[in-house]
């Protein structure tokens, strides 16, 4: 009975950490009807973008949108010519206070170098120990410091202003025990150490690093992590323990042997850290292919996949590959769900079966336009085989729907992905119009496939024309073989 019972609450503590989420809210009217979508990274080592969800404001710029968080971290919006940052903590509310709406220009929308402005979201609920509060009074106390100190402390190394610092916003924050702020704190200081006066990136490891809890989540316990390991193995792949740890990855392609020979390394005397170190080099190996041969590291990448016992670190390895991995011939189409002008579901896999023109399109740009005109007629010739699929990049989907109602003539799928950059992202979009040919199974035939105006359908016809003489000798070879006797 005592078994069962334990099961029974093991459980029941199981759903209950697995449902944790926070919810934010907030009302402007300058964000009525929009569609918003809200993302973390993935991990802080390459940034990659991760979905948490999209939400629909409603005619007042209302907003409340609930999302998993089983740990403190932070989140990010797009908001115009904002990319809007916010830490949230598991089964807490955050009505935040939205910055006035500044749309992106015509030509930083069509920029696909365009950087958006950060800015730290305000939350209107918040209490004196609110995470928001805690690291945005931090960051003025540091920042300020950096501003009117920090060319003097860094020209001279000086040991004793940045003493005077910590003395200062640890008297401030003593009485925060937030675990989170704590660590983002003393993080930041141990940082502006090791950039005036300690540069020894092996003591700093050991004293902050080595046997210390792990934080993925916390960008300065990660980016203090980078800045003192990150080039290490480019700029000492030729002497002492960075050529070894080069035959480990390149011949050994082994990260078992890696961790061996970092056994060497007092600082690194523990697996978790070794094996983060070992991602920090991969993800430098691939910055350098005339010296990194990539096949080898995209093999060690995949054995720290298969066998490390980290979820972080089998996250942050697969994070790696997608950074560096271009779409290549006959790769797997990355998968989307997108909606229509009427609001209806489509996923990549409906599209299976016929080869697919898949376009990124926008109906402000003149060369798009253009474009629509030609496929139109290209559509009416070829739509036995082919489908025509164009991701649209209107402003807004009501912008995307009223395009669509007015143009009833570009009688082919359109689907709105202007609420889903990662989609960009994914298919390495570096401008608009972008054309590519997928195979009837969803892979990609053509990655830069001809435009309208530059041919496509002759192109495609003759493919077609290929590809049908060839499942006719294949048939004739089997007819043959069926036929023959022994």
């Given at each position: ?25 907030g009302?402007?009217e ?8 809200v ?6 080592f ?14 007042t710029g ?13 989140i ?20 935040i206070a ?32 609110d995470?928001?509060i ?18 003097d ?15 200062q ?28 006066y300690?540069?020894d ?31 290490y193995?480019?700029?000492?792949h ?30 690194f005397?523990?697996d978790t ?14 910055k ?10 995209y ?17 942050i390895?697969e ?14 189409a ?5 909606y229509n002008?009427?609001s209806v579901?489509?996923?990549l ?5 016929k080869?697919?023109?898949l376009?990124f399109c ?7 336009i ?24 209107e ?34 979009l ?8 997928l ?40 007819t ?7």
């Open positions: 009975m005592r078994t069962f019972i334990a099961i029974i609450t093991t459980l029941l503590i199981s759903c209950v950490a697995s449902a944790q989420t926070a919810t934010i809210i009302c402007s300058e964000y009525a009807n929009q569609t918003i979508s993302y973390q990274y993935s991990d802080y390459t940034k990659n973008e991760e979905l948490l969800g999209t939400f629909t404001t409603d005619a209302y907003f409340s949108f609930t999302f998993e968080c089983k740990t403190t971290r932070e990010y919006l797009y908001l115009g010519i904002y990319k809007a940052f916010l830490f949230v903590s598991p089964n807490k509310e955050y009505e939205m910055p006035p709406y500044r749309e992106k220009t015509l030509a930083e929308e069509l920029n696909p170098y365009y950087e958006p402005t950060d800015i730290s979201l305000g939350v209107i609920n918040s209490d004196p120990d995470i928001n805690l690291i945005l009074s931090f960051n003025s106390v540091f920042e300020t410091f950096l501003s009117e100190k920090g060319y402390v860094f020209l001279t190394h000086d040991k004793s202003r940045v003493e005077e610092l910590e003395n916003v640890n008297t401030m924050f003593a009485k925060y025990d937030d675990e989170f702020f704590n660590v983002y704190k003393n993080y930041r200081l141990y940082a502006l150490r090791y950039m005036v300690q540069r990136n092996m003591s700093v490891t050991r004293k902050h690093y080595l046997n210390q809890k792990f934080h993925y989540y916390n960008p300065a316990y990660m980016n203090l992590f980078k800045m003192m390991w990150k080039d193995i480019n700029n000492n030729s002497r002492d323990i960075g050529k070894n740890l080069k035959v480990d990855i390149i011949y050994g392609k082994s990260p078992t042997m890696f961790k061996k020979t970092m056994e060497k390394m007092i600082a005397r523990n850290l070794k094996e983060l170190f070992l991602l920090q080099c991969l993800d430098d190996c691939l350098d292919p005339e010296v990194f041969p990539p096949a080898p590291v093999q060690t990448l995949d054995s720290v996949i298969i066998i490390s016992t980290i979820p972080e670190h089998r996250n390895a994070n790696i590959k997608k950074k560096y991995t271009l779409l290549e011939f006959h790769d797997e990355p998968y989307f769900e997108l002008q009427d579901l489509y996923t896999d409906k599209f299976k079966g080869y697919v023109y376009n926008r109906s402000e740009n003149y060369a798009c253009k474009d629509y005109k030609v496929l139109k007629k290209m559509n009416e010739k070829t739509k036995r085989d082919l489908s025509i699929v164009t991701l649209s990049y402003k807004t989907f009501e912008d995307f729907r009223s395009f669509r109602k007015a143009n009833p003539q570009y009688n082919w799928t359109f689907l709105y992905a202007g609420d889903n950059p990662e989609i960009g992202r994914q298919y390495k570096r401008g608009m119009p972008t054309y590519m040919l195979d009837k199974s969803g892979k990609i035939e053509m990655i830069s496939a001809p435009t309208p105006a530059d041919n496509f359908q002759e192109t495609f016809t003759r493919m077609m024309v290929q590809k049908r003489k060839e499942e006719a000798a294949r048939k004739k070879r089997q043959q073989s069926k036929g023959r006797t022994w």
